[in-house]
Structure formats: structure tokens, C-alpha cells
């Protein structure tokens, strides 16, 4: 019963951790600047602005951009920045 406890907490904490992305020169990490995962990461495969986040008038206010890394070992990475910083990133398998 113990180990069953203990065996749920760490699935619970794994959903909670950051995601991060492991790249030749350090790992980038949700939060990170665009400059640094450009620096740890290299150039992606892909970069496209996706939108931009909007003030309470309604006015275009931060730039939202999806950048594409891979494939790496069959996974390919989706990176969301917002105003700059990696909000997210997403792996899929690639077929």
C-alpha cells in the first residue's frame, strides 16, 4: 500500500514539472528568453509568428511565435514563445 502511495505521488509531481527540451549546448526551459534557447538549441527547423496576444482595448500587444525543432531521435519539438519568453513546448513523434 505504501509503495502505491509513493508511486502516485511521483506521477502526480511528473505532471507538474516544467516541460524542457535537452539540446546540444544545455537544456531550454519554459521561461527562458528567445535568445537563450537559440543559444542552447541552435536555429530551428521552422519559425513562424502565430499571432499576437491582445490588451483590454483590443490592441495587438505581444508577439506569439512557434518554433519547430527535429526530427531528433524520431521527436519533433513545438516550441510556443510569447513576448519572448518559451511559454511551452510539445513533442510528437515524427512518422
Known amino acids: 500500500m505504501k509503495t502505491l502511495?509513493?508511486?502516485?505521488?511521483?506521477?502526480v509531481c511528473s505532471f507538474s514539472a516544467s516541460a524542457s527540451m535537452r539540446c546540444d549546448s544545455g537544456i531550454a526551459s519554459e521561461g527562458d528568453r528567445s535568445s537563450e534557447v537559440?543559444?542552447?538549441c541552435g536555429a530551428p527547423a521552422s519559425q513562424?509568428?502565430?499571432g499576437y496576444t491582445l490588451n483590454e482595448q483590443g490592441e495587438q500587444e505581444f508577439k506569439q511565435e512557434?518554433?519547430?525543432y527535429g526530427p531528433r531521435n524520431g521527436m519533433?519539438?513545438?516550441?510556443?514563445?510569447e513576448a519572448e519568453r518559451l511559454k511551452s513546448i510539445e513533442s510528437k513523434?515524427?512518422?
Open 48 to 50: 513562424s509568428v502565430i
Open 5 to 11: 502511495v509513493i508511486g502516485a505521488l511521483l506521477a
Open 93 to 95: 513523434r515524427g512518422q
Open 66 to 68: 512557434e518554433w519547430v
Open 38 to 40: 537559440r543559444m542552447k
Open 76 to 81: 519533433y519539438y513545438f516550441l510556443m514563445f
